[in-house]
């Protein structure tokens, strides 16, 4: 996420409101005597590097950050906070994309960083027993000598941690195939914010009672603190082969997906762009792509290697079938590795065509596609402002990727405010205002939109189960009532709108 | 036969709540036995019923929960889509609903006709035992079912996508919908996957469907039991298209399902013999405890009230499912072990108590076949639980015509009494494998989240939920 600014409407350089500084005084020496000093930040100057996540428009400081390496010392340090009811923010590497892991002005930044041992690999059992701090990507690099891998993939595997992972439930290019974060977790130890340390799941396929391990994962750090997750470990498929495919008609490579998945074949990978991404794309790393594409597809098969040859003969008479105006396979890795380059490479390569953009992360049923975007496209000519489509297309998960520039005044709260409008069109078509990226402090407005007043109060009885004063990660993910009613958001559901035939932008 | 009966039941649940009358959420029946009976008065929800949606493209179906788990398959078949975690339907005839699998005629690879999967089907038809399933979607997903592809393809749980339901106060709410990728809010669609219903009552389930593997064969290996345990697990670990590895005592059998390609390679590399006879009726078994091994005892006792007392059969050992880790060794001293989900299922006939020995493996344990209440251990919950509790439980255990069982006879005269029965009781009638204490006071938390007066089939998990 790149978004920098001068002037910043959600930065709050405070540290809340008078009385704070004996409230940091009492947390800071309650901390000194669980942590080593070194492990203990409140200086303003120190605490600075945590003000943000990866949504950086949003900013706060918190009264202290805590570093323990232990879990031991998290359980200690929750217990404390719950004491003294200081509120407690738990943090990964800090690479979310929906402020979730904005510090609380009243509250305890708690990062996970330091505890980042690989306590266990069972090849034979094909778990791996991690830290929450351990990086995504580090788990498949150590499970890799034994053939196994872990399979999410979120496109900044190298920096985001597994904890992070298990709070925003994260997926990755291969999910249609292969799940998200939920699908690939067997046990979870947690630590409630009283300081009860709990098993939920099982190194065993289930667990009696009911599935908290499910209900954990996706909880965006509001129901207790991950401190050792087990996961499960995939055979490294002995072949991958990718597809490119492009097209005239963004309607035409919609319904290709459709036909893949028709003829009975889950890609491990399908991933659209539209000719703005494609040509942003392009521009950055030169991957060969047809910049004059209205969208291409990329389209990855794994598996046996006969059984790769078999399926990539018939994605590729698929592709023609469904009118692309040209279908290249992979000669070789090197070209496969070059394909996903351009689409891995999206983000950064709109970045450099604005001085700033903005990323959403709706989900939306996939035939509904062109119909969502050419309103994307409207909306877009409406606000004067850029957007390059991005599509996990397996999975129906929409990356618009909104281009401003913070510099001119206003120019951010029109991005946000299209952003809402795309997410609210996304609930109307029978989608979802987050895919994986979380709601976080981000998407709270958008969530009275999805949600009813009485499921969001549900929402609220269930965090009271496991946080009766609110203490874990507050004001984040599920809204209050009474910020709905100020949002004056309309609950829709699936074009149960009033007046459907009105038009909206 | 669609009908939608969500306001009828929305408005039996709040009155239920309104005077904290407990109720017993009754589908199909098929799944009465799989856990503690419930005092309450019946909730039928089978009449709530018909696909709502199903689109093959988007992977997804949705459907009222009453639908039949069978015309759910059928549907699903037509269009080459299953249910990939392969769910049990346990309907007492034992019957299924699913109809013949309809392949594409010409989309048939060249495998001979004996091991095509739907050739099966033909077979298990001539079955005299064979009636139409009474299993329905939403008994399904509240039981979180899975099949022998479990291990390979996933839980029920993994392929909710979003539920609708009614709270204990009775609210109908939706969580989750119908895209694969969804984290907005608390996953509560995901945990009602196993909760029996008393967490609320299912009215629409949003399921993930996949593509039916277009070829399936069983491989047939002569192994001992513990040696089948590590080669499940070593096969496992390698790009394998496994779906099911089982072992029924004499020899160990594994499922190949994939492409034509990917299972011929997996053939010649894993060698063993093909399955002689009917290999899905075999699956099929396993699937629904109907192999042999599982006859031994009293798995399958019929549904029962909660004042009739015990399904124990005197003789028959109870059957134990034992969930481990999969490379979890081989106990012999547990005797005949069927050994399925490529080793992280044992199920063993035991008299004794295997609690401890299953969680000492690093699993759990439930035990079938001893599915009895006693209205006491009902009320034994206590909270907010305990009005609901006492007040669907009104005659006691030995009531006419159901057999004694010992530790539960005769009314407990004062405190002291009471509580040593309840003792004995909770310990008689588990099913599931005791929580421990923080992580059971947790899951009251959160039942009274969801149902506060604790209406929605009380005690049928364990008695305080």
Known sequence: MKLTMTTDPHTNHDHGGPGNSDRQAELVAGLLAILPAAQVLHETEDLRPYECDGLSAYRQLPLAVALPDSADQVQAILKLCHRLQVPVVARGAGTGLSAGALPHPEGLLLSLARLKAILHIDPLARTARVQPGVRNLAISEAARAHGLYYAPDPSSQIACTIGGNVAENSGGVHCLKYGLTVHNLLRLEVITMDGERLTLGAEALDAPGYDLMALMTGSEGLLGVVVEITVRLLPLPERAQVLLAAYDDIGQAGAAVGAIIAAGIIPAGLEMMDNPAIRAAEAFVHAGYPTQAAAILLCELDGANEEVSQEILRVRQILLDSGATEVRTARDEAERLLFWKGRKAAFPAVGRLSPDYYCMDGTIPRRRLPEVLARIAEMSAAYGLPVANVFHAGDGNLHPLILYDANRPGELERTEELGGKILELCVEVGGTITGEHGVGTEKIDQMCVQFHPLELTQFHAVKAAFDPAGLLNPAKAVPTLHRCAEFGAMHVHANQLKFPDLPRF | ?465
């Open chain 2, 1 to 465: 036969m669609n009908q939608d009966l969500t306001q009828t039941l929305a408005a039996q649940v709040a009155s239920a709540q309104a005077e904290g009358r407990a109720l017993r959420i009754q589908g199909g029946g098929s799944k009465t036995w799989l856990g503690r009976a419930v005092c309450g008065e019946p909730l039928t929800v089978g009449g709530h019923r018909g696909i709502l949606s199903y689109e093959p493209t988007e992977l997804v179906i949705t459907a009222r929960a009453g639908t039949p788990l069978g015309e759910i398959q059928a549907a699903l078949a037509e269009r080459g889509q299953w249910l990939a975690f392969e769910p049990p339907h346990f309907s007492p005839a034992g019957g299924l609903g699913d109809e013949p699998f309809k392949a594409d005629p010409d989309d048939r690879p060249s495998i001979p006709d004996s091991q095509r999967h739907h050739q099966g089907f033909a077979a298990f038809k001539a079955d005299p035992d064979n009636r139409p399933s009474t299993a329905t979607l939403g008994g399904t997903i509240a039981c979180g079912l899975s099949g022998p592809a479990r291990p390979y393809s996933g839980a029920a749980r993994d392929f909710v996508l979003g539920v609708r339901l009614i709270n204990g106060k009775g609210e109908v709410l939706r969580f989750g919908g119908e895209v694969m990728k969804n984290v907005a809010g608390y996953d509560l669609s995901r945990l009602m996957a196993g909760a029996q219903g008393t967490l609320g009552v299912l009215l629409d389930v949003s399921l993930k469907v996949l593509p039916r593997p277009a070829v399936e064969l069983t491989l047939v290996f002569d192994l001992s039991p513990a040696e089948a345990i590590r080669r499940f697990n070593q096969w496992a670990g390698q790009p394998l298209p496994i779906s099911a590895a089982c072992h029924d005592g004499e020899r160990a059998y594994v499922r190949l399902a994939g492409n034509e390609a990917a299972v011929r390679a997996a053939q010649a590399r894993l060698g063993g013999e093909v399955f002689a006879g009917d290999a899905e009726s075999f699956w099929r078994a396993v699937r629904e405890l109907r192999h042999p091994f599982f006859r031994q005892g009293s798995a399958h006792q019929p549904g029962l009230a909660c004042q009739t007392g015990t399904a124990y059969q005197p003789g028959a050992a109870p059957l134990w499912r034992l969930s481990l880790p999969p490379a979890a060794p081989h106990d012999p001293a547990l005797g005949p072990q069927f050994i399925d989900w490529g080793g992280a299922l044992r199920w063993v006939h035991s008299e004794d108590s295997l609690w401890s020995l299953a969680r000492a493996a690093g699993g759990h344990a439930s035990r079938y076949g001893l599915a009895f209440v006693s209205q006491d251990a009902g009320a034994a919950g206590g909270g907010e639980a305990d009005a609901a509790g006492a007040a669907g439980a009104a005659s006691p255990a030995s009531a006419s015509g159901a057999p004694d069982v010992p530790g539960t006879q005769g009314p407990g005269a004062g405190p002291d009494r009471t509580k040593a029965r309840e003792t004995v009781e909770m310990t008689d009638s588990a099913v599931f494998q005791p929580l421990p204490p923080a992580l059971l006071a947790l899951h009251r938390r959160l039942k009274a989240a969801l149902d506060p007066r604790g209406i929605l089939n009380p005690g049928r998990i364990y008695p305080e939920l």
